[in-house]
Every structure is written in C-alpha cells, then in structure tokens.
C-alpha cells in the first residue's frame, strides 16, 4: 500500500503555475533526486514541498505517470486537421520532457524519451521541421544528445535528401540563414558535422542509426531501453 504522506509540488509559475500531490514515499522511491531533497536538512524537507518555476507542466505530468505507472505516455504524431496535409503535432513536447528527465538524473528513461520520439517519428514518416529542429538544439545543453539528434537531423535535411524528397523545399531558408547566423554555435557544429562527414559516403537519417548513439551509455556499455533499434515502415 502506498504511504499517506504526500508532497506538495509547484510547477511553472504566474497563470501557468501548477499544484500536483504525489505520495512522498513513492516519489522518493522512484526518483533519487527527490529522496536526498525530501529526505534531508533542505527547506523542500522541513515543509514537505517542492518548487520547479522554470519546468514544464506537461513534462511533470509525464513524469508523475511514470512514477506511477511506470512507463511514461506513448509518444506519437498526431495529423493536425487545421494545417496543410501531411503537417503533424506531437502528443506532448519530447524536448522539455526530456531535458526534465535529464536535470533529475533519470538517464535511462531520458533514453526511452527519446527513443520512443525518433521511433514514432520514422514509423509515421514525419520529417522534423525547421523550426522544431532549431528549438530542440537551442533549449539542450551542450553535449546533450537532445543537441546531438537535433543538429544530425539538421545534416540530413541539409545534405542527405535526393531530389525527389526535396523536404528543405518547404522551408523559408531566409528563416534559416537568418537563424543560422545568430546561432553561431548551431552553424559552427553544422559546418564541423560537414567536415567530418565522408562525401564518398550518403549522410545517414538519424532513424536509421542505432538507437544507442543517442543515448547517455557509452559504446559497448549495456543499454536498458526497450527498443534498441527499428525499422522504417515500408511506403
């Protein structure tokens, strides 16, 4: 049976702030970061709370299933019935989810976010547009594989489409420029990517790699994701 002791948490901030309850013992259980917080000399310890002003409301939301539940909600596109065919939108924000996840140390559900968005993504043949592609790589860190999928997908759009995919064609590439020259750091890590890349050799889809070259392990270290690889649907 779960503990009757609950927690107090506080998320966002101004209209957008949210209370959610969570039983302590279960939380502290599942979550690390949490137990040294709630267990200890910390004021969140003292008042059985907790506040995270700068998080998103829907990635706590993910999270607290998972703590539950233990799986996070399935990640998938959705056709958006008022925009243009073949425009979809994603059933919650695997960017902020995922920086979540990865500020609260939890690295191998970190993993499964992120394979499960790439997995959803290249079943359903979305292509990432710009403006996603730029979002993700500007609010991860550097080094953060959220970076790292965000910039390969960027390449492949870039370097990796034959005439007939023409995805880029439906981008505003005065956005792009005009993006790229305020991010330096996006353009140097675009043009070091090209660098490196071997022209006798295609660029590579980013769906088409295995999974675990975006995750946190190292090469040749075990991997805890349910999905260690996957295959493209047929078109």
């Known amino acids: 049976m779960l503990s009757t002791d609950m927690v107090d948490i506080y998320i966002g901030k101004g209209h ?13 259980s599942k979550i690390p ?10 004021k969140e310890a003292t008042e059985n709370s907790a506040s995270f002003p700068d998080d998103d ?9 998972w703590v539950y539940s233990g799986s996070l909600p399935p990640f998938h596109w959705v056709q958006d019935i008022e925009a243009e065919v073949g425009e979809f939108e994603s059933s919650w924000c695997i960017g902020q989810t995922y920086l979540l996840l990865d500020k609260l140390c939890l690295f191998s559900l970190a993993d499964q976010a ?19 592609i ?26 990796g489409q034959t005439p007939n995919e023409v ?3 439906n981008w505003d590439m005065e956005e792009v420029r005009d993006s790229l020259m305020r991010n330096g750091d996006f353009l140097l890590d ?5 660098h490196k890349h071997n022209n006798l050799e295609i660029v590579q889809d980013p769906a088409d790699r295995p999974m675990c070259f975006f995750h946190h392990h190292g090469e ?16």
């Not at 970061?33 to 910390?42: D, H, Q, S, T």
């Open 114 to 132: 992120l394979t499960d968005f790439i997995t959803a993504t290249a079943r359903m043949s979305v292509v990432l547009d710009f403006g996603l």
């Open 190 to 194: 675009y043009l070091e990517l090209m």
């Open 167 to 169: 995805v880029v064609s």
């Open 57 to 65: 409301v829907d990635a706590f939301e993910n999270l607290m299933q």
């Open 33 to 42: 970061y949490f137990e040294k917080m709630l267990a200890g000399g910390f």
């Open 16 to 28: 957008d702030k949210k209370h959610i309850r969570v039983h302590k013992g279960l939380l502290c």
């Open 134 to 159: 730029q979002s993700l790589y500007e609010m991860a860190p550097e080094g953060s594989a959220l970076r790292k999928l965000a910039l390969h997908s960027f390449h492949f759009a870039m370097n």
């Open 220 to 235: 040749g270290e075990s991997c805890s994701v349910k999905i260690a690889c996957i295959i493209k649907t047929e078109e």
